[in-house]
């Protein structure tokens, strides 16, 4: 499965500490439902054994909703499981390792916060690139804010697809018109929420207008 623009339109990061009760294969169902287009399954405390039993699970259902599902950091368990892809930050493996373990079928999404890092991860092979954080969020403690002028300058140095990621709400996702990116990645704007598929049809509803609108 190659990727496709379109698809990271609404592209969902999974987060196990919005659960409350529920399980993981629930909430993605529920966010598939209202729309997301891309999954990325995040999990940092999960042992190999389990991560790889629930990444097969995912990885089914995805298929049965033709939305590309790949995995973060982890390339040994997206091999194992034949996942479409996975999702590396500039320090986890450069995309063209990345490339050699995985083939040249899969999605290869690399991080990036500069210029510089971007054009670096399109020739080492990336297939996208997540850029941010563009707004404060909590998701992640170290995450510094990429201004807005080089998630534009970024989009124009690069020809690969790019989404914006970090403290993206279905509040000021409109502030990212013009910027040049085709998407989103979310974590709790859709998982957070108590309704999970009202929360991603509202927030798709909202990004398709963002990126239609110069």
Partial sequence: MKCDKK???????????????????????ESLDGGVTFVQLREKTLDEETFLEEAKELQKLCREYNVPFVINDNVDIAAAMDADGVHVG???????DVRAKLGPDKIIGVSAGTVEEAILAEKRGADYLGVGAVFPTGSKDDAIDVPHETLKAICEAVSIPVIAIG??????????????????????????????KKAAEDLKAATVKMVESK
Wanted: with cysteine.
């Fill in 7 to 29: 698809d990271l339109l609404l592209y969902a990061v999974t987060d196990r500490h919005w659960l409350n009760g529920r399980t993981l294969y629930e909430v993605v169902k």
């Fill in 90 to 96: 500039q320090s986890d493996m450069e995309a063209g």
């Fill in 167 to 196: 403290g993206i709400s279905q509040q000021n996702v409109s502030e990212l018109a013009g910027s040049g990116i085709c998407g989103i990645a979310v974590i709790s704007a859709i998982y957070a929420q108590k309704d999970i």
